[in-house]
Structures are given as C-alpha cells and as structure tokens.
C-alpha cells in the first residue's frame, strides 16, 4: 500500500519523501524505535539474549531523541511518550 502511493507521487514529491528519512531526527526516531522493538522481540521468540539486549538498547535511544525532539514543542506530551518507551522497555526486558 505504501509502495503504491510512492509510486504515484511525482517525482519531486518523491525526493522530498526521500529526503525526509534520510534526515538524522527520523533515522534517530522512527529508525531505532522500529528496529529496537523488532530486535527486542525477535530476542525473546528465540530465545537468545544478546538480541533482546541489542533491541532494548535501540528502543532507548529511540526513546530518548523522541522525547527530546517532542519537548520542544509540548511538555506534557513528551513525558507521556517517555512513559510509554520506559513501560515498553520493561516488558520487552
């Protein structure tokens, strides 16, 4: 479904898009977040531990430059987020 849609786009829309997650806030955000919480739970179906610990790592810096990047814009929110990655961590932990 996302592949189709990045095909229609034009091709200008397409470099923009491109050039959106190449930046370092989204590889940093979305990037590790997405990867922590594969590793972190590919870890714990197989059961082998330096996995899980790899993806909790991930999931934390994920955590961290979200709520940093959130802060400045609203305060309540961001502490909201931070919660949720921590509660995250423990059960993924």
């Given at each position: 479904m996302v592949v189709r849609e990045y095909l229609k786009m034009s091709s200008e829309d397409r470099k923009s898009a491109m050039d959106d997650f190449k930046r370092p806030s989204s590889i940093f955000t979305m990037g590790f977040l997405t990867a922590g919480a594969?590793?972190?739970?590919?870890?714990n179906a197989l059961a082998v531990h330096i996995i899980n610990i790899v993806g909790i790592v991930l999931l934390g810096i994920g955590g961290i430059v979200s709520f940093l990047h959130t802060?400045?814009?609203?305060?309540?929110?961001?502490?909201?987020?931070?919660?949720?990655?921590?509660?995250?961590?423990?059960?993924l932990s």
């Open positions: 594969f590793l972190a739970t590919l870890g802060w400045r814009k609203n305060k309540l929110k961001s502490i909201y987020i931070l919660l949720l990655f921590l509660l995250s961590i423990f059960l």
